[in-house]
């Protein structure tokens, strides 16, 4: 009996979706389907497929910056000078009605650019910055939807692993695809900081200034906390200031962020064994994750080269559904979002790059920008019920007294600003598209 194109891409695509509900890993599932189907379809030559990946996964060099920052990252977190980010902070927004909610996405915007992943922020957020918020009054749901939607900016704020991901499936340039997310990001703090301010500010009781002994504070104190603080945003501004200007390479860039947060940390003493050790394992174990994940999808995609799938996919919506190119990657938007429900982004990226993304480069979009749209959908997906990333995240760290209806109630008000932002880079590519384009034709 033999199948259509169609047909096989179909099982393919149903034989993964079950692996990944019996709980297999992402990249042993995508990849196991990759190389048997590859096998089942070419024979003996089909492992060539694997083996091809993995050479291309090994000469790629700009996968360097994966380690590096991975590394910075965890380095300026396990060594509490993130700690030091939130006293200022806290110090400095405090007198404000919503201050410390507005900077905690301060310094969740700061977490991103030091670490690159989302998990990294909730982390810190939940564990430094809920429990002060709680502990002066703040609304509990409210503080919570802070915190899930500030690390969030994780997967978009350079260095985002997650472009670093889609750079590699979608062969575009990771400086390009990371300098698109700078403005992106930033205005989507912004419009979380903007929100917080006007509710704040007509339910001063959601985000109570701080108690005047609390505002009471030296300004040599002050001014103390602002060097602390603002340590880890010069590391990042350096580092990322040198490949803008042209002095640096993507790579080289990622080499320095490593050497300065490790100086940083040395510098105020905080280089125990302990510490180093807990910074190598992390970055060992997320740096291998990611490879694995990577490699896998390079397999699929080849297998999905091969059968011509792509090509199908477009005939279905272009010529028999007779759909714009704006209709269509809507709804390539939407059903990330429904995916997002029960998968992480990477799952997501892996199963429907291989179609979407020569997809949406054969109906004319910058695939730079696309990248960027991903990234946001992610995040919207990431917050989203039933299945939402971060809910559970969320759910394992936050104290007894925040329920899972709390949860999923805090995230409506930023998931509707952050559809706003999508509308808007939607609407207005240059949005992302600006900085690269300056950037690289200097």
């Known amino acids: 009996m033999s199948l259509s194109y169609e047909m096989i891409a179909l099982l393919m695509f149903a034989s993964m979706m079950l692996m990944l509900l019996t709980g297999q890993r992402v990249f042993a599932a995508i990849g196991f389907v990759a190389v048997a189907a590859a096998l089942l379809l070419w024979g003996d030559g089909g492992s060539e497929i694997g083996f091809s990946a993995a050479m291309k996964l090994m000469k790629w060099y700009p996968l360097l910056t994966l380690p590096l920052f991975i590394y910075m990252g965890y380095m300026l977190s396990e060594s509490g000078i993130a700690d030091d980010l939130y006293k200022m902070f806290h110090v400095w927004f405090g007198p404000v009605r919503g201050g410390l909610a507005i900077g905690t996405i301060g310094l969740m915007v700061a977490i991103s650019a030091m670490n690159g992943l989302s998990v990294a922020g909730m982390a810190i957020g939940a564990t430094i910055a809920l429990p002060e918020l709680l502990r002066r009054n703040y609304d509990k749901i409210m503080v919570t939807g802070v915190i899930q ?91 990322m200031g040198l490949f803008v200007l042209g002095y640096t390479s993507l790579v080289e860039s990622s080499a320095v962020g490593a050497l ?34 990577i490699l896998a999808a390079l397999c699929f995609g080849a297998v999905f080269d091969g059968l011509g799938a792509v090509r199908a996919i477009e005939t279905l919506f272009v010529d028999r559904l007779g759909l714009g190119p704006w209709e269509i990657l809507i709804l390539m938007q939407l059903s990330f979002l429904l995916m997002g429900t029960f ?35 992610c995040q919207i997906a990431y917050m989203t019920p039933p299945f939402g990333y971060n809910l ?42 600006w900085l690269p384009q300056m950037v690289y034709a200097r």
């Open 149 to 239: 939607a500030g690390s969030s900016l994780g997967i978009l704020v350079p260095p985002s692993v997650v472009l670093v991901l889609y750079g590699m499936i979608a062969r575009q340039p990771v400086g390009q695809l990371w300098l698109a997310g700078v403005t992106p990001g930033l205005m989507m703090a912004g419009l979380f900081v903007l929100y917080i301010a006007v509710r704040c500010w007509f339910q001063p009781s959601l985000g109570p200034t701080l108690s005047k002994e609390e505002r009471d504070v030296p300004l040599a104190e002050k001014l103390l906390l602002l060097r602390a603080g603002v340590l880890p945003l010069l590391i990042f501004f350096c580092m």
């Open 260 to 293: 300065a947060a490790t100086l940083a940390a040395l510098v105020k003493r905080r280089v125990t064994r302990a510490v180093m050790g807990e910074v190598l394992r992390k970055t060992l174990g997320v740096s291998c994750m990611f490879m694995w994940i």
């Open 343 to 377: 998968l992480d982004d990477t799952a997501m990226l892996v199963i429907v790059a291989p179609l979407y993304v020569p997809l949406v480069g054969h109906l004319g979009f910058d695939l730079v920008w696309y990248g960027v749209l991903y990234t946001i959908t």
């Open 392 to 433: 559970f995240l969320m759910r394992a760290m936050a104290p007894p007294e925040v329920t899972l209806i709390d949860i999923y109630r805090s995230i409506v008000p930023f998931v509707a600003v952050m559809a706003v932002g999508l509308a808007l880079v939607m609407a207005f590519p240059q949005i992302a598209l």
